[in-house]
C-alpha cells in the first residue's frame, strides 16, 4: 500500500468575516464568526474597549454605608424605599460616575466662541424640571436648563449657523439655544433677507409664514433647515433663515403613491436630499436657489429604513438597516442615478441579521467612524441595542460584532437573585390585570395593564403612576436591561472620536487606540467601598473556516498549529481554551482548555531563574518570559534597562489528536487579558478506510 502523504491547510493572515458561506467553501483568510475582535494587519486582535472619561459623566456623590433594607445599596435607593441609611463609620463619599437619568438625546453644539459642547437631554425628575447638560473637556458639566419638558418621544439636536435646533417631537415646540449661559428657549421668528437670490420671490408679511413646526428631528441642508412632520411631509425654511416657513410653496410631500410613514431624512450630496420612508426610499433633488424647480424622484418601493438613526454615510454610499432586506447600500453609478444594491452590504453577516428583533430595531444606531461603521442592534430578544456589528472598510469585509456588560446587559429583578427574568420577577410584586399572563410581554400582548414590581418613596402607593402622580419617586423591582442608545463623534484630545452612550446614562470613548485600553469600563452604583468602576477583560471567540485540505474527501486530522500573541493571560481559572470542531453534528473535541502564562516563568532555557515582579534585576525586558504584564499590587522599580507591561509574547501551540470528518474548524476563545490570533495550520493525512457511509 503507497505511503499517504500528509496534508496542510491554515491562514498565515486574516481578513474578515462571512457567517453565511458553509465554512469548508470559504476563501482563505475569512473565518466564520467573531465576537469582540478586529482584523488589523492580518492579525485577529481584541478590539479596545468602553473608557468612561470624567468630562462627560457625572460625578458620583453617594456616601458609603448600608441600608436597613437590605436589597438597596445605594443612599437614594434606600431613601427612596423608606429605609434607613447608616453611613459608614469612616465617612466619606465613594469615587468614580453616576449616571445621567433617563436621558432622551444626546448631540454636539459649535458656540459662537468656536467652543464645541457635547449635549445630553434628561427627562430625570417631573416634567418642568427637566434638565439639558453641556459638556466640554477641561470643564465643570455645566446644567444648560433646569426647566424643560420632555415626554415619550427622543430628543434630537440640529445645528443651524450658530445655533441648535433642540426637536422635543410632535406635540412639544422646537427650542433654540444660541449661547450655553442663556439656555434653550423658544424660537421667535426672525426677518428674511430678500435680497438673496434665494428669497428674491418672497414677500414678507405678517401672516405670511409658518412658525417652525414641531417635529422629531430635522436636517440642515444647503442653508436651510428641512424639518420632516406630519406623516410625509417636508417643511423647508427660507434661505439663511431657519424661522420662517412657507407653508405653501416651501411644504413637499414625499409620497408618489406609497402610504409609508417618512422616517428620516438624509444628505447624499450638495443638492440631492434622501427621503427615507418605512417602506420605500425617495430622492428630492436639485435643491438650489428658490426651490421652485425641485422635484422627486423614487428610488425603490422594495425597502425602507427601519428607524432614524439607522443609517450613515460610507465614503460616496449611504448604507442604512431595513427590515426587508438587513443593512443595505445605495450608491451613485456613473450615469449619475442613485440605485439600491441587488446584494445588502450585509450579506456575510445574513446568520447575524436573522437574530434581529425587529419589533425593536427602530432603536438600531450607526456611524462611521476611522475607516470602520459601526451598528447597533438588538439580537436574541433583546429590546435595547446589545451588540455592535463592525464593517472594516480597510478590509473591505465585516468585523462580526461586539458585546459586553458594560454597554449590553440582560435585565435584572432587585428583589432576590433567584429571579433571573422579568416573568419570574412577578414574586416580587409584579402583576397584570389579565390573571393568566405571569409575566410583562405576554400580559401586553394580551392588552392587559403591567403593574411593576417595586416600592414608592411616598407611602400608600403601589403603582408607578400613582406614586409619581403623588410626587414620589418609584423604586422599580426590575432593572431593565442595559444597551446603547446613540453614538456620536467629537473631538478629543486633538482628534475626532467615538463615544458611545448607553441606556443607563453613561457616556464614554468606544474602540479608540489611543484613549482606549483593553477592557470594558463598567460602574456598579450598588457598591458601597470606594471607586465604583469595574474593569471587565474583554472576552475573544473566533471560529475558522472549514479546513478541507482542498478534499471532499474524509481525512484523519492529526495536529494543529495556532501562532497567538499575548498579555495579561495570567491566573489560575479561563484563559484560551482551543476547540476542534468537525462537519458532523455536535462533533466537536477540546484541544486546549484554560490556558494562561506566567509572568514570572520563561518559555526557555528551562533551567533560568524565574523573575522577580519587583524587577530587583532590571531584567523585565529579558526574552522570552511567558508574560510581560504587570501586577498592579506588586511594588516595582523600573530601574534603568526599561519596561514594557503592554508587551505580547508570541508563542505557537502545537496540539496533536486523531479526528476524522471532511473539514476542522478551530474556534479559539479567551476570557483573560489579550489574546492575538496571528496564524493558524491543521494537518492530517487521506483516510484510508474504505466506506460509503460517513463512519
Known amino acids: 500500500m503507497p505511503a499517504l502523504h500528509p496534508l496542510n491547510d491554515g491562514d498565515p493572515a486574516f481578513v474578515g468575516v462571512n457567517a453565511k458561506i458553509a465554512p469548508d467553501r470559504l476563501k482563505p483568510g475569512f473565518v466564520s464568526d467573531a465576537v469582540n475582535v478586529r482584523f488589523d494587519n492580518g492579525a485577529i486582535v481584541p478590539r479596545k474597549g468602553l473608557k468612561k472619561v470624567g468630562w462627560v459623566n457625572q460625578a458620583n456623590d453617594e456616601i458609603a454605608g448600608t441600608c436597613s433594607i437590605s436589597q438597596h445599596k445605594t443612599q437614594q435607593a434606600c431613601t427612596n424605599a423608606g429605609g434607613n441609611w ?44 427637566h434638565k ?41 415646540e422646537p427650542l433654540k439655544l444660541s449661547r450655553i449661559d442663556d439656555g434653550f428657549v423658544s424660537i421667535a421668528q426672525e426677518e428674511t433677507d430678500t435680497t438673496i437670490e434665494e428669497n428674491e420671490d418672497r414677500e414678507i408679511v405678517d401672516d405670511g409664514t409658518d412658525q417652525i413646526p414641531n417635529a422629531n428631528s430635522g436636517l440642515f441642508f444647503s442653508n436651510r433647515l428641512l424639518i420632516p412632520h406630519s406623516r410625509d411631509l417636508v417643511a423647508a425654511s427660507d434661505y439663511l ?35 427615507f420612508k418605512e417602506s420605500s426610499v425617495y430622492a428630492v433633488r436639485n435643491i438650489v436657489g428658490n426651490l421652485s424647480d425641485i422635484y422627486l424622484d423614487e428610488l425603490t418601493r422594495s425597502m425602507g429604513l427601519v428607524g432614524s438613526k439607522a443609517v450613515t454615510t460610507v465614503g460616496k454610499d449611504v448604507w442604512f438597516l431595513s427590515d426587508q432586506r438587513g443593512i443595505v447600500s445605495l450608491q451613485l453609478h456613473e450615469s449619475g442615478k442613485l440605485q439600491g444594491q441587488d446584494i445588502p452590504a450585509s450579506d456575510a453577516i445574513q446568520p447575524l441579521i436573522d437574530r434581529i428583533n425587529w419589533n425593536s430595531a427602530h432603536k438600531a444606531v450607526a456611524v ?20 455592535v456589528a463592525v464593517y472594516d472598510f480597510r478590509n473591505g469585509a465585516w468585523s462580526g ?18 429571579y433571573t427574568a422579568e416573568g419570574s420577577c412577578v414574586a416580587f410584586g409584579g402583576s397584570c390585570s389579565d390573571a393568566n399572563k405571569t409575566d410583562k410581554n405576554s400580559c401586553l400582548a394580551a392588552s392587559g395593564t403591567w403593574t411593576e414590581a417595586g416600592t414608592c418613596s411616598t407611602g400608600g402607593h403601589s403603582t408607578q403612576s400613582a406614586c409619581e402622580s403623588a410626587g414620589g419617586t418609584w423604586t422599580s423591582g426590575w432593572t431593565p436591561e442595559i444597551g446603547i442608545k446613540d453614538f456620536i463623534t467629537f473631538k478629543f484630545g486633538g482628534a475626532e472620536r467615538l463615544f458611545m452612550l448607553t441606556t443607563e446614562g453613561y457616556m ?57 500573541a499575548t498579555n495579561n493571560v495570567v491566573g489560575d481559572s479561563g484563559g484560551i481554551t482551543i476547540t476542534c470542531k468537525l462537519d458532523g453534528v455536535k462533533e466537536s473535541e477540546k484541544i486546549v482548555e484554560d490556558l494562561t502564562f506566567s509572568r514570572t516563568k520563561y518559555h526557555k532555557p528551562f533551567d ?18 511567558e508574560d510581560y504584564s504587570m501586577d498592579v499590587d506588586t511594588a516595582f522599580d523600573p530601574k534603568t534597562n526599561g519596561v514594557d507591561p503592554d508587551k505580547r509574547q508570541d508563542s505557537l501551540q502545537k496540539k496533536s489528536f486523531n479526528l476524522k470528518g471532511s473539514f476542522l474548524q478551530l474556534k479559539i476563545e479567551n476570557t483573560k487579558g489579550v489574546t492575538e490570533i496571528k496564524s493558524t495550520e491543521v494537518s492530517g493525512i487521506p483516510d484510508a478506510t474504505t466506506i460509503t457511509t460517513r463512519r
Not at 456598579?524 to 472576552?539: A, F, H, K, Q
Open 401 to 418: 460584532y461586539d458585546t459586553g456588560e458594560a454597554f449590553a446587559k440582560n435585565g435584572v429583578c432587585n428583589g432576590a437573585t433567584q
Open 368 to 387: 462611521y467612524w476611522g475607516n470602520r461603521a459601526y451598528w447597533a442592534l438588538p439580537v436574541d430578544g433583546a429590546t435595547e441595542n446589545n451588540i
Open 508 to 564: 464614554g470613548v468606544y474602540d479608540d487606540p489611543i484613549i482606549c485600553d483593553d477592557y470594558d469600563e463598567k460602574t456598579v452604583t450598588t457598591t458601597t467601598e470606594g471607586r465604583n468602576s469595574l474593569y471587565d477583560d474583554i472576552p475573544t471567540d473566533v471560529t475558522t473556516r472549514g479546513y478541507s485540505m482542498n478534499s471532499v474527501d474524509f481525512k484523519n486530522f492529526k495536529q494543529a498549529h495556532v501562532g497567538i
Open 86 to 129: 447608616t453611613a459608614d463609620a469612616t465617612g466619606g463619599r465613594n469615587i468614580g460616575f453616576k449616571p445621567f437619568l433617563n436621558v432622551k438625546g444626546i448631540g454636539k453644539f459649535s458656540d459662537p466662541n468656536g467652543v464645541s459642547w457635547l449635549l445630553a437631554a434628561s427627562a430625570e425628575g417631573n416634567a418642568g424640571s
Open 132 to 172: 439639558v447638560y453641556a459638556m466640554t473637556a477641561g470643564n465643570d458639566i455645566q446644567v444648560v436648563n433646569s426647566n424643560l419638558t420632555f415626554d415619550k418621544n427622543d430628543v434630537t439636536f440640529v445645528q443651524c449657523f450658530n445655533v441648535v435646533i433642540m426637536f422635543r417631537g410632535e406635540d412639544l
Open 241 to 275: 433663515s431657519y424661522t420662517r416657513y412657507q407653508p405653501i410653496l416651501s411644504n413637499f410631500r414625499i409620497n408618489s403613491g406609497s402610504d409609508d410613514k417618512l422616517v428620516a431624512l438624509w444628505k447624499f450630496d450638495q443638492t440631492t436630499l434622501l427621503c
Open 608 to 625: 533560568k531563574p524565574n523573575y522577580q515582579e519587583s524587577n530587583a534585576n532590571d531584567d523585565n525586558l529579558d526574552p522570552d518570559r
